[in-house]
Every structure is written in structure tokens, then in C-alpha cells.
């Protein structure tokens, strides 16, 4: 599999696209006056302790206290493990005012502020750096005993004496050198003796350390062998990575590319209007089938439906090939709109439980390229499939949409009509409670029309009942719903 990265850069914010085979599968995108805050490490100060939560709040400097949970908090013997913390209590292990150091692991997600731990970790190219965890593990992604063996062999016989930190090896430390892992187990030691530095003359509520930028943390997460190319479309960023990877990973250089083309490089694979159709809640299948995408506050929901397709076979061998298709189009949706949370799958029912069994596999199969984490539940009696998928940002259409000042998000709007009947009881209102000659009725053009058009009799019969005028008025400014009844 072919994988391409194009990184588009403007003053105002920095785009990366990650395509594989030419199709577009994943877009992150980074604002100047917004930088994401995952990984940034902060000297905070506990504002209020929960005991009925099991949590507190913690002062960060950010425009909303951020949340620690009891099983985010490192306890001096953590050895005793997340249970033995939960039944030690917030209180025990926390105080108002109390200084400490945290990482976000959450960004600020619609009303609620950021999520912290305590168990910080530092992330480089071949390994997770954790002070004073005091454990080697590796990624499970490398699956050759033997390697996994070679490298903890290598980090276990690198640690200074009496050194009290932990390691993760990261799946990309498959099959390098020893040289090179011990390079980065330097650069780690070193890099936290500059946060502890920075930690003791930073006052309280201020950043410490902050994660690299988008288009380095891609390097060094994202970018492996099967990478052809990254494609970037500004001489400065490029010239910058450039000398960013010649230091950290310069396996890499040969992949860098500068990108001057006349046509923008998001254009090449058609990305923007991928990104257009990733904002749409239907997602529509080559068979003829379609998804219906709805993201709610507690959980997102994906509908299948065949649509126009009718197969050649019968109705459940339809079924199943809509299924299987819908399986791999979710699985690209989910990374392609970064959906995270609980998710509700609701494939066409299905009665062979093969079939049933083949759909939950591809579903499986389709996620593995996910750098996200995700859990894929058995099908419930019901017929849905319940899972859940790790998030840590902001959803591509809450980073790039907000929502309708004129539903309020709610995705529908009362009809005329019944803006219509609003207007007649409110004069009945107005009429009873006020002395007044007549009243006026400010209200939308579509509401004045069918008022003195369709609904003329009615209001004829209103003005005789109350013994009152009416005149209308409409406000191009009012939305469908918006109304008032003035007295004159």
C-alpha cells in the first residue's frame, strides 16, 4: 500500500492530508490562534477536590479549569495499581491549592475543559519516555518475539544506574540500530531535565513543555516505510523540517519533497472536496447504497441503507455485500472526521450469522490502519454494533463548522405554518391583557405571506373576534421562527 503526505501551510494554519493509494484518509489540521494542547505538560494548581466525582479541578491557565480523575493521578507507590488508587480517595491524594505537574491527554471538547494526568509521558521517534514509571514495555504492533526481545534487551542494558524512569518502545523502532535507540533515550533524558528546569522557575498555571508542532509531530508519529512522499507546499516549512528531520529521523529526507506546482497541492487527490464531503451527513457507497453520519453530544450514529442498490442475487446476498462495503467506507469515515467516543453502527439486518461474522471481521480489518484506538463489540440483539473509538481533538466538523444561529443545531426549523398559529394566539394574549387600537406583527417574509395569503380568512375572523386592527410587517432580518406583536 502506497502512502502519501501533503502538508499545506498558510500563515493562518497549517493542513496535513494523509493519502493512501490516492484516496484521502485522514486530515489534521492545526490553527495559529488555536494550537491543539495534547502533550503539553503545565505547572497547575488544584482549584477545587470532588470527593462525589473522585476528581478535581485543576488550574492550567486555560480559559476553563481542567479535570483530573483519581485513576489519572500518579500515587507515590503506584505499584498498588488503579484500584487500590480509586479506593484511596481524591481527598488523600489531593488538596485545595496543591501545585502539581499534569499533562493534557484531552483537548477542551465542546463545554468541558481539558483532561489531565499526572502519568506523564513523553513521546520521541522510537520511544515514550515515562519519569518514574520504572518499566521497559513495547509496542504490541511488533509482533516478532524475538524483536520485541532485541529491543527491550537494548533499553533495559542502556538505563543508568539506580535510573528510575520507564520506556515504551514505539512500533517504529522495529529493525533499527542500537545506536539509534540509545541516541533517543539521550535526547529523552535530556529534554526532561529541561521541563524540570522549566518547572522550577515557571509560576503556577503556566505551560512547562508544549508538543512539537502539526507538521513535526506527523514526522515523527505518522511518517514509516510504506510513506513514498511528503509533499510540502512552503519553501520555509520544508527547509525547517528538513533540518528537523537531519537531526531526529534522517531515514526520512529522501521522502521530503518541496512542492511548487502551479495547482495547490490539496488539489492533487481531489482532498478539498473530500474535506466538503466530509461535512455531509450522507456519505453515499459505489453500489448505490449510503451512510447516514449524525454526531450528538453523547455519541455519534452511522445508518446503513442499500438505497438504489438491488443486487443481482437475492435480497440477503444484497444485504451483505451493502455491509461489507459500508464496513471499510465507516472505518475510512471514522479517521477521515476523527469520530471518537461511542459509536453506534446500524448495518442492514442481517439473518446469516456468517455473513454477520464476515462483516464484523472487515469492520475489524478496515480499523487495523487506525492510529486511533478502538474497541468493536459483539452485534447486540438489536442489531447494531456498539463501539468505541479514543478521542483526543476536536472532530473535523466541530474544527471547522459551528453551529446554525438560526436551528441552534437542532437541524430543523418550525414550519410557517405553525409560526403562523404562534402569532394568533400571542394577539389573543396581547389582546386580553392591553388596551390598544390595532397591532402590528413583525415576522419573516414567508410567515407575512402566508398570513395575509392562505391563512386571510382566519385573520379576518381574529380582527372581528378581538375588535382590533391588524397589520403585518415583515423583517428581512427575522429568522423563520422570530416573531413580535407591538401594540400601537
Sequence with gaps: MSEEILVNVTPQETRVAVVENGVLQEVLIERTRCRGLVGNIYKGVVSRVLPGMQAAFVDVGLERAAFLHVTDIMSSNDDSGVEARRDEGITRLLREGQVLLVQVIKDPLGTKGARLTTHITIPSRYLVFMPEAGNIGVSQKIESEEERQRVKDIVQATLEEHEPHGY??????????????????????????????SEA????GSVVYEDLPLVRRVLRDLVGTEVEKVRIDSRETFETVSKFAEQFVPEILDQLEYYPGERPVFDLYAVEDEIQKALERKVQLKSGGYLIIDQTEAMTTIDVNTGAYVGHRNLEETIFKTNLEAAQAIARQLRLRNLGGIIIIDFIDMSDEEHKRQVLRALEKSLE???????????????????????????????????????????SLKTPETVCYEIFREILREARQFDAQQLLVLASQEVVDLLVDEESTSLAELES????????????????????????
Design 168 to 197: 515504551i518502545v514505539r512500533t517504529a523502532a522495529e529493525g533499527v540500530s542500537a545506536d539509534a535507540l540509545r541516541a533517543d533515550m539521550r535526547f529523552l533524558r535530556k529534554l526532561w531535565e529541561s521541563v524540570h528546569a
Design 201 to 204: 522557575t515557571a509560576g503556577a
Design 369 to 411: 490502519r487506525d492510529h486511533a484506538k478502538s474497541h468493536i463489540s459483539e452485534v447486540s440483539s438489536l442489531g447494531l454494533v456498539e463501539m468505541t473509538r479514543k478521542r483526543t481533538r476536536e472532530s473535523l466538523e466541530h474544527v471547522l463548522c459551528s453551529v446554525c444561529p438560526t436551528c441552534g443545531g437542532r437541524g
Design 465 to 488: 373576534f378581538i375588535g382590533k386592527a391588524i397589520r403585518f410587517q415583515s423583517e428581512v432580518l427575522y429568522t423563520q421562527e422570530q416573531f413580535d406583536v407591538v401594540l400601537m
